[in-house]
């Protein structure tokens, strides 16, 4: 019965990523692996659990999710938020935020008054991602972006609290767009802003150019331009390309509201 859970579980993510689903990918540099692993992981695991919430429906629906696979799940999550390992107590706070963010949305709320008891400051972080996880239908992909972006976003605004420096998850990360016909008619400039990146380009090693959609601040993609012939007339006449050109032109996956 657990290896037909976990042979769902992975199908039915598998099935998400495959479908008109937003995805994260990570096309610039800060120069440090080790924080750029950070920052996708993090991001990554507020993926996932968005996801879990179509997953857990659909697991729900085909009868591998049962109180006997949610008791052993939520033994994992309990685990997991006690870790034999010191850290210090913001970080664990971090840590733990997110191991309750997928334990509140997988294990149905079972257990959110012993954990909002037990550790007040994660939890009340958690259920602020958990609010706009569960506000906002995941299985619309602009709707889904949206959660994600505005998780991303809420995790940051967590770790900035606490005196720590933020994570660029907006100018980090490129996050599929997801737009409307109209706006692939638009001129470049009414819909997004270029950034000339404090990133470096992975694939070129040059200064990264992040194309940031103006309604949300996110990165929607980094554009290959030599960094030498980005002028101001080149921004000009970029700017005036219709949003649908600059897509093809450069490549960029995008989805259709």
Same mark, same amino acid.
């Given at each position: 019965?657990?290896?037909?859970?976990?042979?769902? &579980?992975?199908?039915?993510?598998?099935?998400?990523?495959?479908?008109? @689903?937003?995805?994260?990918?990570?096309?610039?540099?800060?120069?440090?692996?080790?924080?750029?692993?950070?920052?996708?992981?993090?991001?990554?695991?507020?993926?996932?659990?968005?996801?879990?919430?179509?997953? #857990?429906?659909?697991?729900?629906?085909?009868?591998?999710?049962?109180?006997? +696979?949610?008791?052993?799940?939520?033994?994992?999550?309990?685990?997991?938020? &006690?870790?034999?390992?010191? #850290?210090? #107590?913001?970080?664990?706070?971090?840590?733990?935020?997110?191991?309750?963010?997928?334990?509140?949305?997988?294990?149905?709320?079972?257990?959110?008054?012993?954990?909002?008891?037990?550790?007040?400051?994660?939890?009340?972080?958690?259920?602020?991602?958990?609010?706009?996880? @569960?506000?906002?239908?995941?299985?619309?992909?602009?709707q889904f972006r949206r959660a994600l972006v505005n998780s991303l976003d809420a995790y940051?605004?967590?770790?900035?609290?606490?005196?720590?420096?933020?994570?660029? =998850?907006?100018?980090?990360?490129?996050?599929?767009?997801?737009?409307?016909?109209?706006?692939?008619?638009?001129?470049?400039?009414?819909?997004?802003?270029?950034?000339?990146?404090?990133?470096? %380009?992975?694939?070129?090693?040059?200064?990264? =150019?992040?194309?940031?959609?103006?309604?949300?601040?996110?990165?929607?993609?980094?554009? %290959?331009?030599?960094?030498?012939?980005?002028?101001?007339e080149f921004y000009k006449a970029f700017y005036q390309y219709k949003v649908q050109e600059?897509?093809? @032109?450069?490549?960029?996956?995008?989805? +259709?509201?």
């Amino acid at each position: 019965k657990f290896s037909d859970f976990v042979l769902s &579980h992975e199908l039915h993510h598998i099935e998400l990523e495959l479908s008109d @689903e937003p995805s994260i990918d990570c096309a610039v540099t800060t120069g440090q692996e080790d924080l750029d692993g950070r920052i996708l992981a993090i991001a990554n695991s507020v993926f996932e659990t968005l996801e879990h919430v179509t997953v #857990l429906k659909k697991q729900k629906e085909d009868g591998t999710y049962t109180d006997q +696979i949610k008791a052993e799940y939520l033994k994992g999550v309990e685990a997991a938020l &006690h870790p034999k390992v010191e #850290l210090d #107590l913001a970080n664990m706070r971090f840590y733990r935020t997110l191991i309750m963010f997928d334990g509140i949305i997988f294990g149905e709320h079972s257990k959110d008054a012993d954990w909002q008891n037990e550790f007040p400051k994660s939890y009340k972080y958690a259920n602020k991602l958990v609010e706009v996880a @569960e506000k906002n239908d995941l299985s619309v992909p602009f709707q889904f972006r949206r959660a994600l972006v505005n998780s991303l976003d809420a995790y940051n605004e967590i770790i900035i609290s606490n005196g720590y420096q933020g994570l660029h =998850f907006h100018t980090l990360l490129n996050i599929t767009p997801v737009v409307s016909k109209r706006q692939l008619r638009l001129s470049l400039n009414q819909a997004y802003q270029i950034k000339h990146s404090e990133y470096k %380009n992975r694939a070129t090693g040059k200064d990264g =150019f992040a194309l940031i959609a103006i309604n949300d601040g996110q990165s929607v993609a980094t554009l %290959n331009l030599d960094p030498s012939k980005v002028t101001p007339e080149f921004y000009k006449a970029f700017y005036q390309y219709k949003v649908q050109e600059v897509f093809d @032109e450069q490549g960029i996956k995008y989805l +259709i509201r």
